[in-house]
């Protein structure tokens, strides 16, 4: 029972300090990663939370070279010339948008917005501050000796995922 509890208290913990929702109102700005770092090739995912009282708000996204929110273009997720595979992909919750960008490349980098629209009581917008996309090459990062800084960005969630096996570890041998 310990050991139950424990562990979900821990899975939670690590949970929210990704996602970290902050209730409050009845449409607050919705909430994007300050940044987000990517490697050239790689697939990269932004989450977009927000809070809302509506059942199905709608979520769109914004790409500009700037943190304008007034600059930037709408992203559409269906390429309009029948390519089958599309840049972009988006995952829905209720109260939560991912988006997945796909083999990014350097024309990627710049400001990601999300803004989500409830008319449910009544017509509200309301939208997030820009999430700055940074791109990485790994192949650089390979050649030259002066890469500590984009060898570590693109370990990061390497050791994200190391961390977190090793946590589920220790619980799990500590308990055995
Ligand atoms: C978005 O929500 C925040 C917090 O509720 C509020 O301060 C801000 O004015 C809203 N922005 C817009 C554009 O409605
Ligand atoms: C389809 O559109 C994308 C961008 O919207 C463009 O990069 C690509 O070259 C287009 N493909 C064709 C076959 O027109
Ligand atoms: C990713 O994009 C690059 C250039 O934009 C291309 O050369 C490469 O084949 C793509 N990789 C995948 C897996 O689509
Ligand atoms: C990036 O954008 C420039 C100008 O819009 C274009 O010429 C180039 O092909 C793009 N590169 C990639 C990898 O999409
Ligand atoms: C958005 O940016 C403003 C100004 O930098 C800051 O005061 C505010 O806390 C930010 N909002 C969120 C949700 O990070
Ligand atoms: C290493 O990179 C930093 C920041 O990009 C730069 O200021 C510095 O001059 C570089 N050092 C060498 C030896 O290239």
């Given amino acids: 029972m310990d050991y139950l509890l424990n562990r979900n208290f821990l899975l939670l913990l690590t949970v929210g300090a990704i996602i970290n929702p902050r209730v409050q109102g ?3 700005e919705p909430k994007v990663p300050r940044t987000v ?12 939370t927000f809070h809302t009282d509506a059942k199905w708000p709608k ?4 790409f500009g ?4 929110f007034n600059g930037c273009k709408k992203i559409e997720f269906h390429s309009s010339n029948g390519s089958s595979v599309s840049h972009y992909h988006e995952d829905k919750e209720r109260t939560a948008s991912y988006l997945t960008i796909r083999n990014v490349t350097f024309n990627d980098s710049g400001w990601y917005f999300c803004e989500v629209t409830q008319d449910i009581p009544q017509l509200i917008k309301n939208y ?5 996309l940074v791109i990485y090459s790994p192949t650089e990062s390979n050649l030259e000796v002066n890469t500590t800084y984009s060898n570590t960005t693109c370990g990061k969630i390497l050791a994200f995922i190391v961390l977190f096996l090793c946590i589920n570890w220790t619980i799990f041998y500590s308990h055995s």
């Fill in 26 to 28: 009845t449409l607050g």
């Fill in 37 to 48: 770092e990517a490697c050239v090739g790689a697939h990269t995912t932004i989450s977009c």
């Fill in 59 to 62: 979520v769109s996204w914004c």
């Fill in 65 to 68: 070279k700037t943190s304008d």
């Fill in 128 to 132: 997030s501050n820009g999430s700055e």
